[in-house]
């Protein structure tokens, strides 16, 4: 798993989302803008994270292990069962 860059800065955090309340436009492909990163964080539970380029990647995430989410490069996330999880966005 990659790590955020040394220069980034934290700028915004999504609400807590639950498997109930995970926006189904994260259960589907997408990307963050030019120069934002993402950092998924597990309160609770586990999450599957699937980043899709270069090549295929899958990322079992727990409270321990976060995902990080590199700018333009297309993902989603996968419900496993309970979870409570939240994004940080950085640039």
Partial sequence: MK??????VHYKTTPEFT????PSGLQRNHTTA???????????????YVIEEPEKEEHLL??????????Q??????????V??????HR
């Fill in 3 to 8: 790590n955020l860059p040394a220069h980034v």
């Fill in 19 to 22: 498997q109930d309340t995970v």
């Fill in 34 to 48: 030019a120069g934002v990163w993402g950092r998924i964080v597990i309160h609770e539970g586990s999450l599957r």
């Fill in 62 to 71: 727990g409270p321990n292990t976060s995902g990080i989410v590199e700018p």
């Fill in 73 to 82: 490069v297309a993902h989603h996330v996968a419900i496993e069962g309970p």
């Fill in 84 to 89: 409570r999880f939240s994004v940080e966005f």
